[in-house]
């Protein structure tokens, strides 16, 4: 690693699945690729929470939900909390005091008491701040449905809800210039870093100090509503529908159901098929603003000498299951996120790929080490990719991967599980989920669900011993030991990071195997 501390560029999109910047994907990111083709792409990158404040507080502290206390939208009246916890400290505050100049550009949404001014960044233009805060009125909401009919006939891409307001799933919008994006915000928000650049660029040469750049973007989140070059940019014709939108969910929890045939359902093949292209569109946009982006690093001299990272705070199931946006439905498209980083004066790398576990969570780490801050508080579930990116695979490297739900809007609670083998998902408020990873990569066969296994624990009769026993459902044998093997995992790091979901009252214990289990039975 060089002796001189690189500056730091990172750029996070906001419900960007991980598939859409890999090399041999329809969707067309160039400049993502860019970054590929001298760095590193990892593909196994997740975020602890399919949702955005929890996932970027993951991002500033290097926590998970149960430390760092983000579990939902802290813009809203059904927020558990409104920030971030006391002791919680962000990345930014240590690389502020080692010497980085740091500028905020772009999605806060970690905390509705503080602003990254807060947290040692100069803003330049902040979206999501901390007075964000979304208070629905039923007089608003009729004021927004007062023209509804559902009489006429049904848009394209047009979602009925009744007495909620239509929702348009995508479109198209007048271009506003040659780039067609001249008027989306999420430009004007990038030309602010646009225009910063060369300041931080004139004390590097001036001071030797390095700086980190953060810019974020609002897309693409949905609704996929785009300038219409980019909204024609992919023919839907020649798109092919995800493997898993075929999924009935008829073994999925009900709300996963209930998401499906009460909304995304609605659209026909050709619909799913059109939302895909602007989605992807969407992507491409957002990538045509990141390479503006990297055009000014280079312009400025500071390309080489510059870590940059670009990545997403989580997915969209885009289609995948039949589902859109993110939230409960605990699917990969929504959990796998990109993460490709490039560093010419100190990383020996052109177009590798990582395929080890990485989280959100380990990035406040990384960016501590690149900037030699000290070692912080032991029991960090987040953890420093930096001997990843120099292709170092340290081998005591995670094994397995968990994440954290309690809910959006209207609470559930959920804990996740995976190894590159087997996903175990607790759904505390439905029946729990089982994959095998490596028969069935899209999540499309639920080995744990009622249905498969309709024998239940209310067979079991005086004539069956505890030793014959097994929780509801019935899994066979060899399912069963999986079950207890992934969900003893996810006690373990449960303990260990503090969880709150070991009460033992029997409305509330309902995961089959409690956190007990693997420590008395050996394992």
Known sequence: MPEQRPNILCFMTDQQQADVIHPD?????????RVIDNGVLFTNHYTQTAHCCPSRASFMTGHYPTRHGVWNNISTPTRMSEGLNPDMRCFSEDLRESGYDLAYAGKWHVSGVEDPVDRGWDELMVTAPKTAVMQPRLEGMINNVSEECLDDAREPGMIWRPGWGNRAAYGGRPDAGPKGYEEVGDYKMVQTALEHMPKMAGRRDQTGDPWMLYVGPTGPHDPFIIPEKWATMYDPDEIELPESFWDTLEDKPTVYQRMR?????????????ESIAHYWGYCSMEDAMFG????????????????IMYTSDHGDYCGAHGLYAKGVPCFREAYNVPLAVSWANGMDASGEVCDEFTCQADMAQTFREIAGCEEPETGMPGRSILPLMMGDRPADWRQEMHTQFNGVEVYYTQRQVFTHDWKYVYNAFDFDELYDLKNDP??????????????????????????EFQPWPELPEDLNAVRKDMLHRMWKFGHEQQDTTFNPYCTVALAPYGPAWGYVNGG
Do not use: F, K
């Not at 994907?25 to 690729?33: D, F, G, S, Y």
């Not at 045939?261 to 799913?272: A, F, K, S």
């Open 442 to 467: 899209t999540e499309s066969v639920n080995l744990a669900a009622p249905c498969r296994h309709p024998r239940g624990a209310w067979n079991v009769g005086e004539t069956r011993t505890a030793g």
């Open 25 to 33: 994907h329809p969707c067309q990111t160039p400049n993502i690729q």
């Open 292 to 307: 503006e982006v990297l055009e000014e690093l280079e312009a400025t001299g500071q390309l080489d000498d510059t870590i």
């Open 261 to 273: 045939h009460m909304y995304w359902g609605q659209m026909n093949e050709r619909e799913v098929r």
